[in-house]
C-alpha cells in the first residue's frame, strides 16, 4: 500500500490552489466583461469662436480671433482584446494540476493507475503543441516526447517505484512538467503571448472536459447540502422531516427546471438572474468537505488519502478553465457550462433526491442523522442515481442535436479566431492570416452557434481594423439578433455617423434605451445623437434624464456645461458650473469650464491655473484642456514659464504628432504674451506657409503683432498674403498698415474693393475704411512698441560704454522691428569708432 502520510500532513496544499483558482474564477466572473470589452469615452471637439486679443488701429479695433473647443463625451466599447495574462494563469494552474495528478496516480492500484493516465494522454493530444514547431522536421515529435516522459515516469513509478514517497514523486513530475514548458517556450516560432493563446485555445475541449467531470461529481452536492441542513442537528426536536426536505429541494429543483424552460433566463429578486455557475460553489465546497462521508462510494478503488489531493487538483483545473472562458467573455464556452450545469445539478440532483426518498425516507421522517450514512444504501445504489442523471443529460442532448459539443467548438474557434486576429493586427500586410481569422469566426458564428457574441465581435474587430464598415455594421447587427446587448447598441449608434444614416441610428438607440431603460450610457448617448438635428428640445430631456439615472457623473456634469455653452447660454452654464468640482481624471469637464471662463470674462481676466501633471501625450480631451489653460495664461506673463515647459513637453513626444501645430501655435502666444517677440516670431513662422486657410489664420495673427510693433508695411505685406488666402478680417487690417505706412492711395483701393466686393457684411466696413483712411496724413495710434523702455536704459548708460553697449546688445535680440532703437543703436557704435557693429544693427532693423 503507498504511503499517503505526505498527503495527510500536507493537505492544504491543493486546497490552497483550489481555492485560489476558484478566487480566480470569481473575479473573471465579475472583470471579465470589462477586460475583454472595456466601457470607453469618446471625446467630440465642436469649435467656438473666441476672441484672443483686440489691437487698437487707427478709429477700429481689430480682433485676434481664435477658436475654442466644446467637448462632448459619448459611449463605445474596445477591443475584444485577447489576456494573455488569464491564459497563463489557466495553463499554468492546468501545468501545476498534471504534476500532482501524476504524481497521486502513480501510486494506486493499477485500474486506478490506468483509469488516471488515460486522460492525461488525451490532454497532451489536445494542446496541438507541436503546431508551435518545438521540434521541426518531425511531425508529433513533441506529442511523443511529453507521452513518452511523463508516461513513461508515471509508469516507471507505478510498477518499480514502491518506496518512492509522494515527495520524490512531485519531484519527479515536477521537474518533467517544468522542463517541458521550457522548451515549448524556448523554441516556439511564436511570442510568448501568442504561445500561450494558442495553448489555451487548442485546450479548450480539455478544459470543457474537466469542467464537466467536475460538475457530474458535484452534481447532487446541493440536494447533499439540504439533506445535511434537515438532519444536522444535535437534538432530534432541531431536526426536520421528510415534507420540509421535499419543499426545500423541490424548490431549488423547480428553479433549475423553469431555467431550462425558459432558455436561461430566470428572474430573481433586486434584478439578480438564476445563475447554474454560481449554484457550482456551494457544490464544490459541501463536496471537498463531504469527501469522507462520501468514501463508501469510491473507497474500493481510490483511498481517502488520494481521493482528497486529487479532488481539490480537479477542482483548481477545472475553476481556472472556467476562469479563462469568462476572463476573455467567450459566449458560446459559458453558454455551454451554464448549460450542463444546470443540466446535471437538475438530473443529479432530483435523481439524487429519489435515492434519499427510497433509501432513507423513514429514517428521515424519524429525524434521524441520515446525513452520516447517506452513501451507505440499503435498497437503491447510488451509481444508479447516476445513470439515471446522465440519462436526462444525454437525452436531452440527444433531442437538442448534441448542442454541447458545437457550442464547445464555438468557443474554440473563438479563441483561434482571437489569437488569428492579433497575429494580422501585428502583420497588417498579411492577407491571408485576416482571412483565416474570418473563416474561424465564420464558422464559430455562422455554422455552430448561430450569431454568437462573441464570434461576431471578433469579426467585427477585423472589419474595423480593416475599414471595412459596412461589414462592421453587418457583424454588429448579427449578433443583436440573438438578445439585446447595450454595448453592442452604443457601438451601432457610434457607426452611424452620416447624416443619411441618422433614423438609422436614432431607432437603434431608441430600441436600446427600451431594453434597458436604465442604462445612463444610452440616454446619454441619445442625448448626443440629437445633437446633430435641430431638436434642441429633445437634447435637453435627455441630458436632463441622464443626471437622474446617474446623478453628478462625469459624462452627464461635461455634455450639459457642453450643451448650455453651445447654444450661447452662458448664464445658465455658469450657474450650473459652481456646482461641479471635477476630479484630476476629469479633463473633458475641466476643459469646458475652462472654455466657459475664456468666453465669460474679459480678455485678460479670466483665472489662471496650473498645468496639469497628467501624462505626456495627448488625446483630444487632455488637448483641449491644456489648449484652453495655454489661452488664459497668454495674458498673464507669470505664467508663462510652467506653461511654456508643459508645451515643450508635450511637442517633443512623437504621439503628440497630431497636435503639433496647435502646440507650436500655443508656444508663439505665449512667447507673445510674456514679451519674447522675436522667439514668437519665429516659432510662429513655420505656421505661415502654404497657402491653406489655416496658413492665412496665422499669417493674419503675425501681421497683426506686426501691426501693435509698428512695422506697417511689413504688416501690410503680410496681411496682404492673408487676405489673398481667404482670411476675411485681414482686409481692414491691411488698409490701415498701407494707411500708416504712407501707401494712402493704396490703402483707399483696397477699402474700395472691399466696399464693391461681393461679401456684402464686408461693405459697410469697406465703406467706413474708406472714410477713415481719406486724410492725408492718418495718424498712427500710439500704443505700447516692444524696447522703448530698454532704449531708455541704454541711453542714459551711454557714458558707460561697456553697460550701454551690453544693453543695445540685448535691445537688438529682443526688438530688432523698433525702428528707434535700431537707429540710437547704430548711432551709438558709430560714435564708438564700431562701424561694423552699426552696420549689423542697421541689417537686423
Request: proline share 6%.
Amino acid at each position: 500500500m503507498a504511503d499517503f502520510s505526505f498527503w495527510r500532513r500536507s493537505a492544504a496544499w491543493p486546497v490552497l490552489l483550489a481555492l485560489l483558482a476558484i478566487g480566480l474564477a470569481g473575479y473573471y466572473y465579475f472583470t471579465g466583461e470589462a477586460a475583454t470589452l472595456p466601457l470607453v469615452l469618446v471625446p467630440h471637439l465642436a469649435p467656438v469662436p473666441l476672441t484672443l486679443d483686440s489691437v487698437l488701429v487707427g478709429a477700429t479695433y481689430l480682433p485676434v480671433p481664435a477658436n475654442g473647443y466644446v467637448t462632448t463625451l459619448t459611449h463605445d466599447f474596445a477591443g475584444p482584446y485577447t489576456q494573455p495574462l488569464a491564459a497563463a494563469l489557466w495553463l499554468g494552474t492546468l501545468a501545476v494540476g498534471l504534476a500532482g495528478w501524476l504524481a497521486v496516480v502513480s501510486m494506486l492500484r493499477r485500474p486506478a493507475f490506468i483509469a488516471g493516465t488515460a486522460p492525461v494522454i488525451f490532454l497532451l493530444m489536445s494542446l496541438n503543441i507541436d503546431g508551435l514547431k518545438v521540434i521541426s522536421g518531425r511531425e508529433q515529435g513533441f506529442l511523443l516526447l511529453s507521452i513518452v516522459l511523463l508516461g513513461g515516469a508515471a509508469f516507471g513509478l507505478h510498477a518499480f517505484g514502491e518506496r518512492v514517497g509522494i515527495r520524490g514523486r512531485l519531484l519527479v513530475f515536477g521537474g518533467l512538467v517544468a522542463a517541458l514548458v521550457g522548451l515549448i517556450f524556448s523554441r516556439a516560432d511564436l511570442p510568448a503571448a501568442a504561445t500561450l493563446l494558442h495553448l489555451a485555445a487548442f485546450a479548450t475541449p480539455a478544459g470543457a472536459g474537466l469542467v464537466a467531470a467536475l460538475v457530474l461529481w458535484v452534481g447532487f452536492e446541493n440536494v447533499r447540502a439540504l439533506l445535511w441542513f434537515n438532519t444536522q442537528a444535535e437534538r432530534p426536536e432541531g431536526r426536520f422531516g421528510v415534507a420540509p426536505l421535499v419543499l426545500a429541494s423541490l424548490l431549488y429543483l423547480g428553479a433549475l427546471g423553469f431555467y431550462y424552460w425558459n432558455n436561461g433566463d430566470v428572474l430573481l429578486l433586486f434584478g439578480l438572474h438564476l445563475d447554474p455557475l454560481v449554484l457550482l460553489l456551494p457544490a464544490v465546497l459541501v463536496g471537498g468537505l463531504g469527501l469522507p462521508q462520501r468514501l463508501p462510494s469510491y473507497g474500493d478503488w481510490v483511498p481517502f488519502a488520494a481521493a482528497r489531493p486529487l479532488y481539490w487538483l480537479l477542482v483548481a483545473v477545472a475553476a481556472a478553465a472556467l476562469a479563462y472562458a469568462l476572463a476573455t467573455a467567450n459566449t458560446p464556452l459559458l453558454a455551454a457550462a451554464r448549460e450542463f450545469s444546470n443540466l446535471a445539478l437538475l438530473g443529479l440532483g432530483g435523481a439524487f433526491l429519489l435515492y434519499v426518498l427510497v433509501n432513507f425516507g423513514t429514517l428521515v421522517q424519524r429525524r434521524l442523522r441520515v446525513y452520516r450514512v447517506v452513501f451507505e444504501p440499503r435498497c437503491l445504489p447510488l451509481y444508479t442515481v447516476y445513470v439515471l442523471g446522465l440519462s436526462v443529460i444525454v437525452l436531452v442532448q440527444l433531442r437538442n442535436n448534441w448542442s454541447l459539443y458545437a457550442l464547445v467548438q464555438a468557443g474554440q474557434y473563438n479563441q483561434l479566431g482571437d489569437l488569428t486576429r492579433l497575429q494580422s493586427e501585428t502583420h497588417p500586410d498579411d492577407l491571408t492570416l485576416a482571412l483565416l481569422a474570418e473563416r474561424y469566426y465564420a464558422e464559430s458564428s455562422d455554422v455552430l452557434d448561430r450569431f454568437n457574441r462573441a464570434g461576431q465581435l471578433g469579426r467585427a474587430a477585423l472589419y474595423r481594423v480593416r475599414g471595412q464598415r459596412q461589414n462592421e455594421l453587418n457583424a454588429l447587427r448579427r449578433a443583436t439578433r440573438r438578445q439585446p446587448d447595450a454595448k453592442l447598441s452604443l457601438r451601432l449608434a457610434a457607426l452611424y455617423s452620416d447624416p443619411a444614416d441618422f433614423f438609422e441610428g436614432l431607432e437603434v438607440l431608441r430600441q436600446s434605451r427600451r431594453d434597458f431603460p436604465h442604462s445612463a450610457a444610452l440616454t446619454s448617448d441619445l442625448a448626443q445623437f440629437f445633437t446633430r438635428s435641430a431638436l434642441t428640445d429633445s437634447v435637453a430631456f435627455y441630458l436632463d434624464q441622464t443626471e437622474k439615472l446617474a446623478p453628478g457623473s462625469y459624462v452627464s456634469q461635461t455634455n450639459q456645461i457642453a450643451f448650455l455653452t453651445r447654444q450661447g447660454l452662458l448664464a445658465e452654464a455658469q450657474k450650473l458650473n459652481t456646482q461641479f468640482k471635477p476630479n484630476a481624471n476629469e479633463p473633458a469637464l475641466r476643459s469646458n469650464q475652462l472654455l466657459l471662463a475664456l468666453l465669460a470674462a474679459p480678455t485678460g481676466r479670466a483665472a489662471t491655473t496650473a498645468p496639469p501633471t497628467g501624462a505626456a501625450v495627448l488625446d483630444a480631451t487632455a488637448f483641449a484642456e491644456v489648449y484652453h489653460g495655454v489661452l488664459q495664461a497668454a495674458h498673464q506673463p507669470a505664467q508663462f514659464r510652467p506653461w511654456f515647459m508643459k508645451l515643450q513637453q508635450l511637442s517633443g513626444q512623437p504621439e503628440n504628432a497630431p497636435y503639433y501645430e496647435q502646440l507650436l501655435f500655443l508656444q508663439a502666444l505665449l512667447l507673445h504674451g510674456a514679451g519674447q517677440e522675436v522667439a514668437a516670431r519665429q516659432t510662429l513662422a513655420p505656421l505661415t506657409a502654404g497657402t491653406s486657410s489655416t496658413a492665412a489664420y496665422y499669417q493674419y495673427l503675425l501681421g497683426v503683432w506686426q501691426l501693435q510693433q509698428g512695422q506697417y508695411a511689413t504688416a501690410a505685406a503680410q496681411l496682404g498674403l492673408a487676405a489673398a488666402h481667404g482670411m476675411a478680417p485681414a482686409y481692414p487690417a491691411r488698409v490701415w498698415a498701407l494707411a500708416f505706412s504712407g501707401q494712402r492711395d493704396s490703402a483707399r483701393a483696397v477699402a474700395q474693393r472691399l466696399a464693391a466686393g461681393p461679401d456684402s457684411t464686408q461693405r459697410p466696413v469697406g465703406q467706413q475704411l474708406a472714410a477713415l483712411a481719406a486724410p492725408q496724413n492718418p495718424t498712427a495710434p500710439k500704443q505700447p512698441v516692444l524696447g522703448h523702455e530698454l532704449l531708455a536704459q541704454a541711453r542714459q548708460a551711454e557714458p558707460d560704454p561697456k553697460q550701454a553697449t551690453k544693453l543695445y546688445q540685448q535691445l537688438l535680440a529682443t526688438a530688432p522691428f523698433n525702428e528707434a532703437a535700431v537707429l540710437a543703436a547704430a548711432h551709438f557704435y558709430t560714435a564708438q569708432r564700431q562701424p561694423s557693429d552699426a552696420y549689423e544693427a542697421l541689417r537686423l532693423g
